[in-house]
Protein backbone atom coordinates (compact mmCIF):
# COMPACT_ATOMS: atom_id res chain seq x y z
CA UNK A 1 0.00 0.00 0.00
CA UNK A 2 1.02 3.51 -0.95
CA UNK A 3 0.04 6.30 1.70
CA UNK A 4 0.58 10.34 0.88
CA UNK A 5 0.45 12.87 3.90
CA UNK A 6 0.00 16.60 3.44
CA UNK A 7 1.30 18.77 6.17
CA UNK A 8 1.91 22.98 6.25
CA UNK A 9 -1.63 24.46 5.65
CA UNK A 10 -3.17 26.64 7.85
CA UNK A 11 -4.57 30.12 8.01
CA UNK A 12 -2.79 33.05 6.31
CA UNK A 13 -3.29 36.59 5.99
CA UNK A 14 -3.63 37.90 2.17
CA UNK A 15 -0.06 38.53 0.93
CA UNK A 16 1.37 36.10 3.31
CA UNK A 17 2.97 32.71 2.35
CA UNK A 18 2.86 29.29 3.42
CA UNK A 19 4.70 26.22 2.11
CA UNK A 20 3.15 22.74 1.92
CA UNK A 21 4.56 18.83 1.98
CA UNK A 22 3.24 15.97 0.62
CA UNK A 23 5.27 12.49 1.30
CA UNK A 24 4.99 9.40 0.01
CA UNK A 25 5.50 5.99 1.56
CA UNK A 26 5.02 2.51 1.19
CA UNK A 27 5.67 -0.52 -1.08
CA UNK A 28 6.79 2.21 -3.31
CA UNK A 29 9.42 1.46 -6.76
CA UNK A 30 9.34 4.60 -8.11
CA UNK A 31 7.00 7.96 -8.79
CA UNK A 32 6.65 9.74 -12.28
CA UNK A 33 4.27 12.87 -11.60
CA UNK A 34 3.15 13.94 -8.07
CA UNK A 35 1.36 17.33 -8.13
CA UNK A 36 -0.74 19.41 -5.88
CA UNK A 37 -4.36 20.09 -6.40
CA UNK A 38 -7.22 22.34 -4.66
CA UNK A 39 -10.86 22.71 -3.82
CA UNK A 40 -12.82 25.48 -2.96
CA UNK A 41 -16.14 25.29 -1.24
CA UNK A 42 -19.14 24.46 -4.04
CA UNK A 43 -16.24 24.20 -6.92
CA UNK A 44 -14.71 21.18 -8.94
CA UNK A 45 -10.94 20.12 -7.72
CA UNK A 46 -8.71 22.21 -9.96
CA UNK A 47 -4.60 21.63 -10.76
CA UNK A 48 -2.38 23.58 -8.93
CA UNK A 49 1.11 22.46 -9.94
CA UNK A 50 2.69 19.68 -10.65
CA UNK A 51 6.65 18.11 -11.42
CA UNK A 52 7.55 15.29 -12.67
CA UNK A 53 10.88 12.82 -11.35
CA UNK A 54 12.86 14.59 -13.99
CA UNK A 55 12.03 18.37 -12.31
CA UNK A 56 9.67 19.38 -15.20
CA UNK A 57 6.88 21.60 -14.11
CA UNK A 58 3.96 22.82 -15.11
CA UNK A 59 1.36 25.93 -13.40
CA UNK A 60 -2.45 26.45 -13.49
CA UNK A 61 -2.17 30.17 -14.91
CA UNK A 62 -3.52 31.69 -11.74
CA UNK A 63 -0.89 30.79 -9.61
CA UNK A 64 1.69 31.35 -11.54
CA UNK A 65 4.62 33.83 -10.49
CA UNK A 66 3.21 33.14 -6.97
CA UNK A 67 3.77 29.00 -6.07
CA UNK A 68 6.75 27.48 -6.94
CA UNK A 69 6.58 23.23 -6.57
CA UNK A 70 9.72 21.38 -6.06
CA UNK A 71 10.39 18.35 -5.30
CA UNK A 72 12.79 15.86 -2.96
CA UNK A 73 13.04 12.44 -5.09
CA UNK A 74 14.86 10.50 -2.18
CA UNK A 75 12.25 11.68 -0.28
CA UNK A 76 9.56 10.80 -2.40
CA UNK A 77 8.38 14.44 -1.18
CA UNK A 78 6.55 17.68 -2.90
CA UNK A 79 6.35 20.78 -1.67
CA UNK A 80 4.08 23.62 -2.62
CA UNK A 81 5.98 27.40 -1.77
CA UNK A 82 2.90 29.64 -1.78
CA UNK A 83 3.51 33.19 -1.51
CA UNK A 84 1.46 36.17 -2.27
CA UNK A 85 -1.78 34.30 -1.09
CA UNK A 86 -5.19 35.66 -1.66
CA UNK A 87 -8.57 35.26 -0.10
CA UNK A 88 -9.29 33.11 -3.51
CA UNK A 89 -6.50 30.76 -2.55
CA UNK A 90 -8.41 29.26 0.15
CA UNK A 91 -9.51 25.54 -0.27
CA UNK A 92 -8.69 22.32 0.64
CA UNK A 93 -5.18 21.44 -1.27
CA UNK A 94 -4.31 17.82 -1.78
CA UNK A 95 -1.48 15.87 -3.35
CA UNK A 96 -1.22 12.85 -5.77
CA UNK A 97 1.21 10.73 -6.81
CA UNK A 98 1.89 8.10 -10.41
CA UNK A 99 3.44 5.16 -8.41
CA UNK A 100 4.76 2.03 -9.60
CA UNK A 101 4.22 -0.19 -6.52
CA UNK A 102 6.76 -3.82 -5.73
CA UNK A 103 5.96 -6.36 -7.30
CA UNK A 104 3.91 -4.67 -10.07
CA UNK A 105 4.51 -3.43 -13.40
CA UNK A 106 1.72 -0.45 -13.56
CA UNK A 107 1.32 2.74 -12.12
CA UNK A 108 -1.30 3.74 -10.26
CA UNK A 109 -2.33 7.63 -8.83
CA UNK A 110 -2.57 7.95 -5.29
CA UNK A 111 -4.08 10.80 -3.43
CA UNK A 112 -3.14 12.34 0.45
CA UNK A 113 -6.55 13.08 2.37
CA UNK A 114 -5.93 17.26 1.59
CA UNK A 115 -5.00 20.10 4.08
CA UNK A 116 -6.79 23.20 4.98
CA UNK A 117 -5.43 26.57 3.77
CA UNK A 118 -7.11 29.45 4.53
CA UNK A 119 -6.16 33.35 3.27
CA UNK A 120 -8.11 35.73 5.67
CA UNK A 121 -7.68 39.06 7.21
Known amino acids: QVHLVESGGGLVQPGGSLRLSCVASGSIVSIYGMGWYRQAPGKQRELVAM???????NYADFVKGRFTISRDNAKNTIYLQMNSLKPEDTAVYSC???????????????WGQGIQVTVSS
Open 51 to 57: ITDGGIT
Open 96 to 110: NADVLRHGTSWNLIY
